[in-house]
C-alpha cells in the first residue's frame, strides 16, 4: 500500500504551559533565546524562570499564569522515527522534559480520540494494531498540569500488512533480452519501499560458474534497486557463443512493516562478448568517441558504379543498438564527390564532429584537402589545404587531432612535383590553418597523427620501402625517428609522452617505442598469417589495445589483442560480419569508450562495402 510521510510540526503549546518547538518550519514562529527560554538540542524549549516571571512581559511567550503552572513538556520518545510502520505491536513510550511535574495520567491518542490512559511510573503502551484498518494514524500524548492542558510532538504510525511484489514489467535487463551491456545496471521495482538493511542482498546476479560480485544502490525513495557488476572483467564471455546472466529477487526482501516480498523473481538474460551496433554505409572507417561513449563516424561511399573511385561522405552517429543517425548532411561541395575514399574525424570541446576529406572541383584538377566544423545547424569551412602547385599534385589521407586546449590540427599527404608523396601539417588559428614545414622525406605517406601535453603535434608515417617514421615538431622543425617497416603503422602515446607504433613483421605485430631509447613496449603479438592494418588505442594505465587483419584458419578477419601489464590477453576472438567467401575485412580501427572498453570498426564487402562496429563486454 502507497505510504505517506507525514511532516510533524509542533508549535506553541497553550500559554501557562513549555513551548514545545520542532522542526526549522516552527522555529521560524519565535526567537527563543530572545523570548526567554532555554532549548535543548532537539530543539524543545521551555521558560528559564521555570515558569515564573517576576514580573510577565506581554510578548515573551510566557502568560501570567505561569507561576501556577510551573512549566514543563511531554514527548512522544518511542517510537522515535515518524513514520514508524508496523504490521503488529507498536510500543508507545511518552517522557517528559524537566522541570515538568510528572502527572498521574497521560492520555494516548490515535487521530485525537483516546487509545489509552497512560499511568505512573512507566507511561507506556503496547498497541497491537492488528485490529485496525491499515493505514496512517497520527499518536499524540496529552497531559494536564495546574488547570494547562499540554499535547506531545505527533508520530506517524502506519499499519501496514500487504506484502511488497516486484513490478515484473519494469525488470531491466527484460526476461530473454539479447545484446546485454555488462556496464547497463540490473533495475528492480518494488510495489513499495524496501527495508533499507536488507539492500545488499536483495538481489544476486549470477552466471553457471557461480555469483558475480555486485554494487546496490536503493533510490531515495526505496523503491527502485539499481544493481551494478563491480568487475566486467569477472563474467565468463565466450567468443562463440553469448553468456547466460540471471538475477535471482530474494525472500528475505521485506518492507518497511516487515512484511516478506510476494513471489519473488527469477529471470535471465544473455550477453555476447561484442556487442553489435550494427552497420553503416560506406567504407575507410575513421571513428571518434563522443564523452557519452557513443562513437561518431566518417566513411565514404561510391553513390555510383562500384570501382568509379568517386565517393561521397557520410557522418554517423550512434543513438542505441544499432541504430545510427545520419541526418548530418555531407561537407563536400555540391558540385563535387571525393576523389580519394579516405577521411578523418576528430570531435571539438563541445562534441561537435569536424571532419576532413580530399575533393578535386573536377577530373581535370588535382584533390585538395578540406577541413570544415559542424556547428549544430551547418558545416562552417576551414578551408582548403594544398601544398603543391599542379594538376597532378593530389593531396590526400588527412588526418585530424586536437590538443586538451581544443586547438585542431590536420596533417595529410601529398604528391609533389617528382611524383613521390611527403607528409604536410597545419595548426588551425581560429581563422584559418598555419602551415608547419613539411616532414621532408621522399615517399612519405599515410600520416597518423596525436598531439602531446606541450600541445606539439607528433605525426607517424609510412616510408612505402623500408623505414617508417615519427616526427615530432619541436615548435620550429621536425625531430625525426626512424623505424623498420614496409607497412602502414599507428601511433599512440603513453602518459610519459613517449611514442608507440605497432606495425608488422612476419607474422606478428611488433610494439615498440620510437624516440632516443627505443625499445619493445612489449613482446611481439603472434598474429596470424599475412598480418596488416594494425590500429591502437591506449587507457589511463598505459594498457594498449591492438587491432588487425590476418588469416586466422577461417579468413581473413579482425584480431584483437589488450596488454594487461603482464601479457597480450587474446581472450576477445575474431570479428567479422559476412561469412561468404572472398568477404575480407579491411581497415580496422580502435577506440576507447569512458570506461575503457573498445569499440572496433571495419570494413567488409557485402554488396557493396559498409563498415561494421563493435563494442566489447569486458
Not at 12 to 21: D, G, Q, T, Y
Not at 328 to 354: F, N
Amino acid at each position: 500500500m502507497p505510504k505517506t510521510n507525514i511532516p510533524v510540526c509542533i508549535g506553541i503549546v497553550p500559554v501557562a504551559a513549555v513551548i514545545l518547538l520542532e522542526g526549522s518550519g516552527c522555529r521560524t514562529k519565535l526567537n527563543p533565546a530572545l523570548d526567554g527560554f532555554s532549548c535543548d538540542d532537539n530543539g524543545i524549549c521551555w521558560p528559564v524562570d521555570g515558569g515564573a516571571d517576576s514580573s510577565d512581559v506581554p510578548g515573551d511567550g510566557d502568560a501570567a499564569g505561569d507561576a501556577e503552572v510551573g512549566g514543563g513538556a511531554i514527548l512522544i520518545s518511542m517510537p522515535a522515527a515518524s513514520p514508524t510502520y508496523t504490521n503488529g505491536t507498536v510500543v508507545v513510550q511518552v517522557s517528559f522534559v524537566p522541570p515538568a511535574s510528572t502527572p498521574t495520567n497521560v492520555e494516548l491518542l490515535k487521530n485525537d480520540a483516546q487509545l489509552a490512559v497512560l499511568t505512573s511510573p512507566s507511561f507506556s503502551f503496547s498497541w497491537d494494531t492488528t485490529g485496525d484498518a491499515e493505514g496512517n494514524y497520527a499518536l499524540t500524548a496529552r497531559m494536564t498540569i495546574g488547570g494547562q492542558t499540554v499535547t506531545s510532538n505527533s508520530v506517524t504510525i502506519v499499519v501496514d500488512r500487504t506484502a511488497p511484489s516486484v513490478k515484473l514489467e519494469s525488470r531491466v535487463p527484460a526476461p530473454g533480452a539479447t545484446e546485454v551491456s555488462l556496464e547497463d545496471p540490473v533495475l528492480v521495482t518494488f510495489s513499495e519501499p524496501i527495508a533499507p538493511a536488507i539492500v545488499a542482498n536483495a538481489v544476486t546476479v549470477s552466471q553457471s560458474s557461480g555469483r558475480i560480485a555486485t554494487t546496490e544502490t536503493i533510490s531515495s525513495d526505496g523503491t527502485m534497486l539499481t544493481v551494478a557488476i563491480k568487475d566486467r572483467s569477472s563474467v565468463v564471455l565466450d567468443p562463440t557463443a553469448p553468456a547466460t546472466l540471471s538475477a535471482l529477487v530474494s525472500q528475505s526482501v521485506t518492507d518497511l512493516a516487515g512484511n516478506p516480498i510476494m513471489a519473488p523473481p527469477q529471470w535471465s538474460w544473455t550477453v555476447p562478448l561484442w556487442l553489435d551496433f550494427g552497420t553503416v554505409r560506406g567504407e575507410s572507417p575513421r571513428l571518434a568517441i563522443d564523452a557519452m561513449g557513443a562513437p561518431i563516424l566518417s566513411t565514404a561511399f561510391e553513390p555510383g558504379a562500384i570501382g568509379s573511385g568517386i565517393y561521397n561522405l557520410q557522418i554517423s552517429r550512434h543513438i542505441q543498438g544499432n541504430k545510427w543517425d545520419t541526418s548530418i548532411p555531407s561537407p563536400q561541395s555540391a558540385t563535387s564527390a571525393i576523389s580519394y575514399g579516405v577521411t578523418s574525424i576528430a570531435l571539438d570541446a563541445g562534441g561537435k564532429p569536424i571532419v576532413a576529406w580530399s575533393e578535386a572541383p573536377d577530373a581535370t584538377q588535382a584533390s585538395s584537402v578540406h577541413v570544415a566544423r559542424w556547428s549544430g545547424v551547418a558545416w562552417e569551412s576551414h578551408g582548403v589545404l594544398d601544398q603543391v602547385a599542379g594538376s597532378q599534385t593530389n593531396a590526400f589521407n588527412p588526418w585530424l587531432a586536437t590538443d586538451p586546449q581544443d586547438d585542431l590540427f590536420v596533417a595529410w599527404a601529398e604528391i609533389g612535383t617528382n611524383d613521390a608523396t611527403d607528409v604536410y601539417a597545419g595548426r588551425w588559428t581560429g581563422t584559418t590553418f598555419s602551415l608547419l614545414a613539411p616532414i621532408s622525406v621522399i615517399g612519405a605517406n599515410a600520416p597518423v597523427m596525436v598531439v602531446g601535453s606541450d600541445r606539439q603535434p607528433v605525426v607517424e608515417w609510412s616510408g612505402g620501402v623500408t623505414v617508417n617514421g615519427v616526427s615530432k615538431w619541436t615548435g620550429t622543425a621536425w625531430n625525426t625517428k626512424n623505424y623498420p617497416s614496409s607497412y602502414s603503422s599507428n601511433l599512440v602515446l603513453t602518459a610519459a609522452q613517449r611514442p608507440v607504433v605497432a606495425f608488422p613483421v612476419d607474422s606478428s605485430i611488433r610494439v615498440s617505442y620510437v624516440d632516443g631509447a627505443s625499445e619493445d613496449y612489449a613482446p611481439a603479438i603472434s598474429a596470424g598469417n599475412q598480418p596488416v592494418s594494425p590500429s591502437m588505442a591506449i587507457d589511463a594505465a598505459d594498457h594498449i589495445i591492438v587491432v588487425w587483419v590476418a588469416y586466422d584458419g577461417v579468413g581473413r578477419n579482425v584480431q584483437v589483442a589488450r596488454w594487461t601489464g603482464t601479457e597480450w590477453d587474446r581472450s576477445f576472438g575474431s570479428l567479422s560480419a559476412v561469412a561468404t567467401a572472398g568477404t575480407d575485412t579491411a581497415s580496422p580501427a580502435v577506440a576507447l569508450d569512458p570506461s575503457g572498453a573498445p569499440i572496433v570498426v571495419w570494413q567488409q564487402p557485402d554488396v557493396r562495402k559498409s563498415t561494421y562496429v563493435r563494442k566489447s563486454n569486458r
